[in-house]
C-alpha cells in the first residue's frame, strides 16, 4: 500500500538558516506526484511545490526546493533562509498512482519553529 | 485565485446532533475531498466526489455521509455526531495538479 512518512514531528532552525524536513514514501508505481504543503496555526493548507515522478530536475519555487532522490524514494523539502513566518506544520503527500481521481495521501506532519 | 470557503470555521455540537459541514469551490472542478486532521495523523480521507451525485469512500467513511448535488458544492453530513468525531475538517477541489483547501472547521462534539 501507498505510504508517505514524516519522521520528523518537530524541527526548530535559526532565523535564515536553511533547513530539510524528511518525507519518504512507498509505492510500487512509476508513475506518481508528490507535494508539499504549509500549514500555519490559522489553519488553512498552502501548496508549496510539487515534483513528478519522472521530473529530472529537482522542483524549486522560491526559497522552497524538493530533494528528490528516486532509488532512495524520498522527497526532502529544503527552505533556505528561513523565515519567522515560516512557522507552521509542514506536510509532505503523494498523489495516488493508481484509481485517478487525483486523491493524494498525506504524511504526518513536521512542526517547524523559526527562531530568531 | 481558486477559493474554497466552508461554512463554519468554529462548530459546537452536542452528542446525538446531525451536522451538516458545506463546502464550496468557485473554479469549476471535478474534483472535491473531504479530510479530518488529527494531531500525529496527519490528514486522512473521509470522502471524495468526481463529479455531481458521485461520490467514493476514502480510508475512514464510517460515522460519515457526503452529498454532491451541485458541481461546486460538496457536503460532509455526520448523521449522529459522536465524541470521537471532534476534530478539524478540511474540504478540498483539484482538477489535475494541486489541491487547493478551504480554511477548515473546527468541530467539537460535547
Known amino acids: 500500500a501507498q505510504k508517505i512518512t514524516q519522521t520528523q514531528p518537530g524541527m526548530f532552525v535559526q532565523e535564515k538558516e536553511a533547513v530539510t524536513l524528511d518525507c519518504t514514501y512507498d509505492?510500487?508505481?512509476?508513475?506518481?506526484?508528490l507535494f508539499w504543503y504549509k500549514q500555519p496555526s490559522s489553519g488553512e493548507m498552502i501548496f508549496l511545490i510539487y515534483?513528478?515522478?519522472?521530473?529530472?530536475q529537482n522542483a524549486t519555487e522560491g526559497r522552497y526546493s524538493l530533494n528528490f532522490q528516486k532509488a532512495r524514494k524520498s522527497a526532502n523539502l529544503v527552505i533556505s533562509a528561513s523565515q519567522l513566518g515560516d512557522s507552521a506544520m509542514y506536510f509532505c503527500?503523494?498523489?495516488?498512482?493508481?484509481?485517478?481521481?487525483?486523491?493524494?495521501?498525506f504524511g504526518a506532519g513536521t512542526r517547524l519553529a523559526v527562531h530568531p | 485565485d481558486v477559493k474554497v470557503t466552508q461554512s463554519s470555521r468554529y462548530l459546537v455540537k452536542r452528542t446525538g446532533e446531525k451536522v451538516f459541514l458545506e463546502c464550496v469551490q468557485d473554479?469549476?472542478?471535478?474534483?472535491m475531498f473531504w479530510y479530518r486532521q488529527d494531531p500525529g495523523l496527519g490528514l486522512r480521507l473521509i470522502y471524495f466526489?468526481?463529479?455531481?451525485?458521485?461520490?467514493e469512500k476514502g480510508d475512514i467513511p464510517e460515522g460519515y455521509s457526503v452529498s454532491r448535488e451541485k458541481k461546486e458544492r460538496f457536503s460532509l453530513i455526520l448523521e449522529s455526531a459522536s465524541t470521537n468525531q471532534t476534530s478539524m475538517y478540511l474540504c478540498?477541489?483539484?482538477?489535475?495538479?494541486?489541491?487547493?483547501f478551504g480554511p477548515g472547521t473546527r468541530l467539537t462534539v460535547l
Open positions: 478540498a477541489s483539484s482538477l489535475l495538479g494541486e489541491q487547493f
Open positions: 509505492t510500487s508505481d512509476q508513475s506518481y506526484g
Open positions: 515534483q513528478g515522478s519522472y521530473d529530472e
Open positions: 503527500a503523494m498523489r495516488e498512482p493508481s484509481g485517478g481521481y487525483n486523491k493524494l495521501i
Open positions: 473554479m469549476d472542478h471535478e474534483n
Open positions: 466526489s468526481y463529479d455531481v451525485k458521485m461520490k
